[in-house]
C-alpha cells in the first residue's frame, strides 16, 4: 500500500484555527481559575498558534483538569460586571413595578379607578433594560465556558 491511501491517524490530523481558538479559551479559563499563571498562559498560547496537529494540540492541555461547567450556562445575567449591574437594575425595576402594581390594585380596589397608569411608571424603565440586555449588556456570551 502506498503512502497516499494509508489513514491517517487521529493524532497526527491537522488542526483548524476554530480547534486552536477552543483549546485558547480553556487556557484562558484556566488562567482564570488559578490553574496555571499569567507567563505559562502566554506561553501556551503561543504554542498553540504554532501547532499543527491534534496531537501537539492536546500537550498543552495535558495536566489541566476537565473542563467544568460554569455558574451563568443557562442563566439570564453574566458572571461579570455588565451582569452584575444588569441583575441589580433587574431587582429595583422589579421591585418599582411591584410597588406601582399594588398601589394599582389598591386604588382599582377602593375607588373604581380601572386605569392601567402603573404602566407608565413600570414600562418605560423596563423598556430601557431589556433594549441594554437585547445589545448584549450583561448576558452570557454564547458558548461561554
Not at 38 to 45: K, V
Not at 125 to 135: N, R
Given at each position: ?80 460586571a ?45 423598556a ?18
Amino acid at each position: 500500500m502506498d503512502a497516499v491511501n494509508e489513514p491517517v491517524h487521529p493524532e497526527q490530523v491537522r488542526i483548524s484555527d476554530a480547534e486552536r481558538h477552543a483549546v485558547a479559551e480553556r487556557l484562558r479559563t484556566a488562567h482564570d481559575d488559578g490553574f496555571i499563571d499569567l507567563s505559562e498562559f502566554d506561553e501556551r498560547i503561543a504554542e498553540v498558534w504554532r501547532m499543527r496537529t491534534r496531537g501537539e494540540l492536546g500537550r498543552v492541555t495535558r495536566d489541566l483538569p476537565p473542563p467544568q461547567r460554569r455558574r451563568n450556562d443557562g442563566l439570564v445575567f453574566a458572571d461579570s460586571a455588565g451582569g452584575v449591574a444588569m441583575k441589580v437594575l433587574a431587582v429595583i425595576w422589579l421591585c418599582l413595578t411591584a410597588v406601582a402594581v399594588s398601589g394599582w390594585g389598591i386604588v382599582a380596589l377602593t375607588a373604581g379607578v380601572e386605569y392601567p397608569w402603573f404602566l407608565w411608571v413600570s414600562a418605560p424603565p423596563g423598556a430601557v433594560l431589556l433594549t441594554l440586555w437585547l445589545t448584549g449588556i450583561g448576558r452570557p456570551r454564547r458558548g461561554n465556558r
